[in-house]
C-alpha cells in the first residue's frame, strides 16, 4: 500500500467518525442515533453482520462495499458511545486488535519459525490461553471452553460447535444408528410434552429434538445452518412462483388450490435446476 493510499483510507475513516460524532451531537445531532444506546444497537450489529455475509455468498461487489460499511458504522458508533463516557474509542480498540494481531503472529512479526498452518494455530492458542493467564500445557476443563459458545454463537452453529468439540472430546455415539435412536426418542418425548400445558417443557423438549437433528447433520457431514437457509430461500422462490401465476391474492385461495400452486412452484424450481 502505498502511502498516498494509507492517507486516503485515514481520511476517509477520519471522516464517517466526524459524521457519527455529528450525529450524536447534542447541538443539531440526530434524535434518533442520540437515543442510542450500546445496549439498542446490538440487533443491527447482528442484522448487518448477516447482510454482509449474504453479499459475499452472493459475491455482490457492490453489495459487499455496501454491507461492510454500514457494518463499520456499527463499531463506529459503539466507539463514539463509549468514547462519550471515556470508555474507549476507536482508536483504542484499532490499536487493540493491532496488538493483538502482533502478539499472535510471532512467525510474522517476530522470529518465530513455522512449517505450517498447524503450527500456526497451535502458537495461536497457546498464545491466547497464556494472555488469559492459563497454562497452556493444562487445558481448561472441556465445559469452560463450550460456555463461549453458548454465549457468542446463534444457536443452530453454537449446537453443531458443541457437538464438534464433545466428539472430538471422546463423548460420542458409536455409530450413527445410535443417533437415530436418539433422534427418535427425544421425538416422542417432544410429542408427549406437546400434550401438557408446559410451555417451557415444551421448549426444552423441542430444543433436544433439534439438538439431535444437527447432530445427524454432522454424522453425514452437512452444515446445517446452509441448510436451513437454503429451505428458507427456496420457501420465498416457490411463492414468488405462486404470486407471478396467481389471478387473485393467495388468501382467496383455498387450501387444495394453494397446495396445488405450491407442488407446480416446486417442480419449476426442479426443472429450472436441472436446466442450470
Keep these: 500500500m502505498t502511502e498516498v493510499e494509507q492517507a486516503d483510507i485515514l481520511g476517509a475513516i477520519a471522516h464517517l467518525v466526524e459524521v457519527v460524532s455529528k450525529l450524536r451531537s447534542p447541538d443539531g445531532g440526530c434524535p434518533w442515533d442520540l437515543q442510542q444506546t450500546s445496549q439498542t444497537l446490538i440487533p443491527y450489529i447482528i442484522e448487518e453482520a448477516y447482510e454482509t455475509v449474504d453479499a459475499l455468498q452472493r459475491q455482490d461487489n457492490q453489495a459487499i462495499c455496501e454491507e461492510l460499511g454500514d457494518l463499520l458504522l456499527q463499531v463506529v458508533l459503539q466507539a463514539q458511545i463509549a468514547s462519550e463516557t471515556k470508555q474507549f474509542t476507536l482508536g483504542t480498540v484499532a490499536e487493540a486488535i493491532a496488538t493483538k ?74 455409530s450413527i444408528a445410535g443417533v437415530w435412536e436418539k433422534f427418535q426418542e427425544e421425538l416422542a418425548e417432544f410429542k408427549a410434552a406437546l400434550a401438557s400445558p408446559d410451555k417451557a417443557h415444551q421448549e426444552a423438549e423441542l430444543g433436544d429434538l433439534l439438538f439431535t437433528v444437527i447432530q445427524l447433520a454432522r454424522w453425514h457431514d452437512l452444515d446445517p445452518s446452509a441448510a436451513l437457509q437454503g429451505t428458507n430461500r427456496r420457501f420465498v422462490q416457490r411463492l414468488q412462483l405462486m404470486e407471478a401465476v396467481a389471478d387473485r391474492p393467495l388468501e382467496n385461495y383455498t387450501l387444495a388450490e394453494l397446495e396445488q400452486l405450491w407442488q407446480q412452484a416446486k417442480q419449476r424450481l426442479r426443472e429450472q435446476g436441472l436446466q442450470s
Excluded: C, M
Design 101 to 174: 494481531l502482533i502478539r499472535r503472529h510471532p512467525h510474522v512479526f517476530g522470529e518465530a519459525i513455522v512449517e505450517g498452518i498447524d503450527d500456526v494455530q497451535r502458537n495461536w492458542e497457546n498464545i491466547k490461553a497464556s494472555e488469559k493467564g492459563a497454562n497452556p500445557d493444562i487445558p481448561p476443563p472441556l465445559s469452560q471452553k463450550l460456555e463461549r459458545y453458548t454465549r457468542t454463537l446463534p444457536p443452530i452453529t453454537a449446537s453443531l460447535k458443541l457437538s464438534q468439540k464433545a466428539a472430538a472430546a471422546g463423548f460420542e455415539w458409536e
